[in-house]
């Protein structure tokens, strides 16, 4: 009870202000109830300040609501539609998936960009935008700030990405299949794939589609290798610090992706009626717009505009760098 207390004006901040950024969301589907969220969050925590009482609820939000909605997400997820898709778009997405992170660190050590910054910036460019942001920052123990920034690049980078690529694919020839793969590869939000790839035509929609969400399970691997990264690092400086010192991987598994394959495992046994489907996808949504919403509450906009536009300059090369890798992959295969 008295943990529902100290949660409950965090929990009741952080819902009202998602629902009207869900709402709003809904009204402006390019931009998306995340982004409402995050930049609401911002502007009510730097205007007018959060409360005290609010931090313990917001921290939750920001934290276990996040992934309990990446668990929902994997209700949607075919392992074997995963499976087969991957099999056929491995060779750009493994080439693209890791460029994207070494372009991150080796452009982000040039920049002086914070090693945690540029790690996000480059899961959410090169995986699936706001989401893999959402999934790795928790592992590597991201703050609010950098969260809060590099969703705001990713999200630059998708609306010019909706923008543009649908006109660059017919200027290219690409078929539907091609640019599909295209666009599922070097579009970084889900949302923002889907508006490119049916701005295109349906198939290309349709392929799209599939192949982002075939990227999004690329999630699992990469959070547990960052988390086995994270945990030597402790580890050693546990043993530096004191000889008794330790430290277990436990402490830092990421445990709710277990739960997300758990999810797409159940899915793909057809144990989720269409019904229900409609429902774990609104819910989990609306507990992304939550989350984002609670890490908008949580950045201070003092230290974000400190960092300068470095980050922006990071994401832009790190995009570009994926895109142009992801079109040249595809031609070289013959899948464009």
Request: net charge positive.
């Amino acid at each position: 009870m008295n943990g529902l207390k100290s949660l409950g004006p965090g929990l009741a901040l952080t819902g009202i202000i998602a629902a009207v950024a869900y709402g709003l969301g809904l009204l402006f589907p390019l931009i998306g109830g995340s982004v409402f969220g995050i930049v609401i969050g911002i502007l009510v925590n730097n205007l007018w300040r959060k409360p005290q009482n609010t931090w313990q609820g917001i921290r939750f939000c920001s934290k276990k609501v996040l992934q309990w909605a990446i668990i929902l997400l994997g209700c949607r997820l075919s392992l074997s539609e995963v499976w087969k898709t991957g099999t056929e778009t491995f060779a750009v997405m493994i080439v693209t998936l890791l460029l994207s992170f070494a372009a991150a660190y080796g452009f982000g050590r040039l920049l002086r960009i914070p090693p945690r910054m540029a790690t996000l910036i480059g899961a959410g460019t090169g995986i699936c935008g706001g989401s893999a942001i959402a999934a790795i920052s928790p592992v590597i123990e991201a703050e609010e700030a950098e969260i809060a920034y590099s969703i705001s690049t990713i999200f630059l980078f998708n609306i010019v990405a909706v923008l543009v690529f649908p006109a660059l694919g017919h200027a290219l020839g690409l078929s539907d299949a091609g640019f599909g793969l295209w666009a599922g590869t070097a579009v970084n939000d889900t949302s923002s794939v889907v508006a490119a790839g049916y701005a295109f035509s349906t198939a290309a929609g349709d392929y799209a589609t599939i192949v982002k969400l075939t990227r999004t399970t690329m999630i699992v691997p990469i959070a547990i290798i960052m988390a086995v990264v994270v945990g030597w690092s402790k580890k050693r400086e546990a043993a530096a610090a004191s000889e008794g010192g330790s430290f277990s991987i436990k402490q830092v598994f990421p445990w709710f992706i277990l739960w997300f394959l758990a999810a797409s495992l159940l899915y793909t046994l057809g144990l989720f009626g269409e019904q229900l489907l409609q429902w774990i996808h609104l819910a989990a949504q609306f507990m992304i717009v939550v989350a984002l919403t609670a890490v908008g509450l949580s950045a201070d906009f003092r230290q974000m505009t400190a960092t300068g536009v470095r980050p922006m300059i990071l994401g832009l090369i790190v995009w570009l760098v994926v895109s142009v890798t992801g079109y040249a992959v595809g031609t070289l295969t013959g899948q464009m």
